[in-house]
């Protein structure tokens, strides 16, 4: 009964997917994944109900579909986070599953008869082969979880590059989806049967349908990543205790001479200087950071530059990056607000909210990174 209705459920989510309107390039993969773990999730009751005895026919065709989850899994991740038009390159991921289908050809090309007798003999003359297969699933099974990891550790740091605000961006749902398929891939490795295989998969195709099926692509723009400089959270300045001033370069920072270019880019000095006195400018006249939403890109706009020049400089004279830049200038402005006497009738969080943060535990967390302390505690020691 279990068994039919996990299979019931996942027809269910596949039917939503084809349902659901202005399909992503994530979304229709994600439907393709649906239909092949559907199809993998039936495969398995099939044998593990015996009805292969029934019909032997598809013994042999099916033995790939293990093949598919891990690049699904990878592309899937990949377009979700990046917003790029199919790439046919993506499709040499599925390489080794029309491999394994050829390698089992001979095999799968037996009358039913001869693939019945030969499967309740153990595989006898094709017991090195399973033994390959097996050892080709489970590396692919870890190949593609350690690659989707990555891929999304670079895309996490890619994201305070670019907002400056995350709240609403949460990465929760993706490393559920890796987890999950990690831990169906421990049961493939270390206690391979039909049936522990079959519930694993069971419960983590619904959790993927169900989640899936709500998820909204997370559009974001490349930015070039500078090299060889690290992001430091506070520079010893002190103009407020505790918080560095914004939009004053670290004493420790050694200018580098003035014809001397990035490595990356043909951004020179001069240029450079130009946007970060332009940068200070436009925050202390227009302060842009009490835009909650602000992004890089928008902020480049009003600058009229290119966002990979804008995240350079930012990069590299507050050693920063964009979102701890604006954050700390949210901050930083608070405080001064915190401390005016004609805004004692006001509550901190109502501060912080018109300081550009969009959440407690967002202006909290922000303001602990910059001080070391909560609000009301810097608030007791420093005025």
Known sequence: MLYFASISISLYLLLLFIGKPHKSIADKLLMVWQLIATLHL???????????????????????????HGPFLYLYIRYLTSPRPFNFKSLLHFIPIVLAAMVWLPFSLQTPAQKLQLFEAGMLPYQSLALAFNIAIAVSGLVYITASCILLYRYQRKISQIFSSTDKISLNWLRYLIAGIGVIWLFVIFYQTP???YLSASLYICFVGFFGVRQKQIFITPVIPVSGVENVDNADLTAIPGIPEPGVESEEVIPAPAKTK???????????????????????????????????????????????????????RFHQSFYDYINSLRVHAFIKQAVDPGNKGYTLLSIAF???FNSKSSFNRNFRKFTGKSPSDYLKTNT
């Open 42 to 68: 039936a495969d398995l009751y099939w044998l593990i109900s015996g009805n292969y005895r029934l019909y032997p026919h598809f013994l042999g065709w099916t033995a790939p579909l293990p093949l598919a």
């Open 195 to 197: 049936q522990t295989i």
């Open 262 to 316: 990035y490595e990356w880019s043909s951004l020179s000095e001069a240029e450079a200087e130009r946007i970060y006195i332009q940068l200070q400018e436009i925050m202390e006249q227009d302060e842009l950071y009490k835009n909650p939403e602000l992004t890089l890109d928008e902020l480049a706009a009003s600058l009229r530059i290119s966002e990979a020049a804008l995240s350079q400089v930012i990069n590299s």
């Open 354 to 356: 018109d300081c550009g």
